[in-house]
């Protein structure tokens, strides 16, 4: 089948998991041998009831989600690939309450599905930073215009809903300025940046671990909302990182 012309016609092609499944590994691996994220060879078994390949040399099972931003989303690749249309063939874009509408899903995912996939697009690649051995750096830091500067209608509005930053030391230092999120691969030498809502444990681990791949060697600073980390990186607390690099 030719690529879909039409919403419709792209909602009926991508209900097939298989033709989803050959999808992604096309822009995964574009010279169309898969490679095992675990050992990085080329040697597998497809398992054609289970649609995921088998690896001849160190015997793991991997799908074709396996060490992308796909992976610990629970959402259907059918609608993942449905959102992707939707976004690179609407020439005045498109928004979450459209994808929202037309999938099925909720306005909140449809978002977040937006935000993975236009940061897909400008990175140039699904599959997630670092890897077994690599080592990715990772630092938050707040971009904005300083709170002395402010006009006092809009300090006083952002005041009143600050309540992001527990730290009352802290509010006035960083009051409404954008936290934003860095993430440096060491051996790839790839910088991504992320706008989070908040610092918060919950939320820089969830991006951390929607972006990078499990096993790597994560470096951080020693504040306490990466104090978990270990169970499922190499974790390293630095003095400092400052702004990633």
Not at 48 to 72: L, M
Not at 213 to 226: F, L, N, P, W
């Amino acid at each position: 089948m030719e690529h879909p012309k039409t919403l419709q016609a792209a909602i009926l092609y991508y209900s097939d998991e298989q033709i989803c499944i050959d999808a992604v590994a096309r822009m995964r691996w574009p010279d169309g041998k898969a490679t095992c994220p675990a050992c990085g060879k080329q040697d597998h078994w497809y398992l054609k009831t289970q649609r995921r390949w088998k690896c001849k040399e160190c015997w793991k099972q991997f799908s074709v989600k396996v060490g992308t931003v796909f992976e610990e989303s629970p959402l259907g690749l059918d609608k993942w690939l449905v959102t992707l249309w939707m976004l690179v063939n609407c020439k005045n874009g498109v928004s979450s309450y459209e994808v929202h509408r037309a999938i099925g899903v909720t306005q909140k995912s449809a978002w977040f599905m937006l935000h993975r996939l236009r940061f897909v697009l400008q990175d140039g690649s699904s599959e997630k930073l670092g890897g077994s051995g690599s080592e990715v750096e990772v630092d938050e830091t707040f971009i904005g215009a300083k709170a002395k500067n402010m006009h006092r209608e809009r300090k006083q509005r952002i005041q009143e809903n600050r309540s992001n930053i527990r730290n009352c030391d802290v509010q006035e230092k960083y009051l409404g300025k954008t936290t934003v999120m860095g993430m440096l691969d060491r051996e790839q030498r790839k910088i991504r940046a992320t706008v989070v809502p908040n610092t918060k444990r919950a939320t820089l681990q969830t991006e951390i671990l929607k972006q990078v791949e499990h096993g790597s060697k994560v470096h951080t600073d020693q504040a306490t909302a990466y104090d978990n980390l270990s169970q499922k990186y190499a974790h390293q607390f630095c003095e400092s990182l400052g702004a990633v690099r």
